[in-house]
């Protein structure tokens, strides 16, 4: 029996037809699911709830992924567990993306419940740590 509070997982991501399924997905994994269609949306939306986790996509309009990324970090608070996820697959992408501290870095297109094994994973150690 899981006694410990919600999991709190932030999807930033413009493209709602990927966003609707997985958001499903995830609560059916037990998380609380809020969503951000744009970076300033998902910025605003993490200072207020204080996610466990963001999915991350990287191009996105009003800011971009690596933009989101650089507040996080630059938060008071703890910062959350970090998966970028982006059709950006080149290995520069990559490579900025860890540089800067990001948890995971998954390609589009992905399996669902690839990336929902990766926030479990993620979270699961977290409350270990």
């Given at each position: 029996?899981?006694?410990?509070p919600?999991?709190?997982?932030?999807?930033?991501?413009?493209d709602?037809?990927?966003t609707e399924?997985l958001?499903?997905a995830?609560?059916a994994?037990?998380?609380?699911?809020?969503?951000?269609h744009?970076?300033?949306?998902?910025?605003?939306?993490?200072e207020r709830?204080?996610p466990?986790?963001?999915?991350?996509?990287?191009?996105?309009?009003?800011?971009?992924?690596f933009?989101?990324?650089?507040?996080?970090?630059n938060q008071?608070?703890?910062?959350?567990?970090?998966?970028m996820v982006?059709?950006?697959?080149e290995?520069k992408?990559?490579?900025l993306a860890?540089e800067?501290?990001?948890?995971?870095?998954?390609?589009?297109?992905?399996q669902?419940?690839?990336?929902?094994?990766?926030?479990?994973?993620?979270?699961k150690?977290?409350?270990t740590?």
């Amino acid at each position: 029996m899981n006694i410990s509070p919600q999991k709190r997982v932030l999807i930033i991501d413009d493209d709602e037809g990927l966003t609707e399924p997985l958001q499903m997905a995830l609560e059916a994994a037990g998380y609380q699911v809020l969503t951000a269609h744009d970076g300033n949306e998902g910025v605003m939306k993490i200072e207020r709830d204080a996610p466990d986790l963001v999915l991350l996509d990287l191009v996105m309009p009003r800011r971009s992924g690596f933009a989101v990324l650089d507040s996080i970090i630059n938060q008071k608070h703890r910062a959350p567990r970090i998966i970028m996820v982006t059709g950006n697959t080149e290995a520069k992408y990559r490579e900025l993306a860890l540089e800067r501290g990001v948890d995971r870095f998954i390609p589009k297109p992905y399996q669902i419940d690839d990336l929902v094994e990766a926030v479990n994973e993620l979270l699961k150690s977290e409350s270990t740590e």
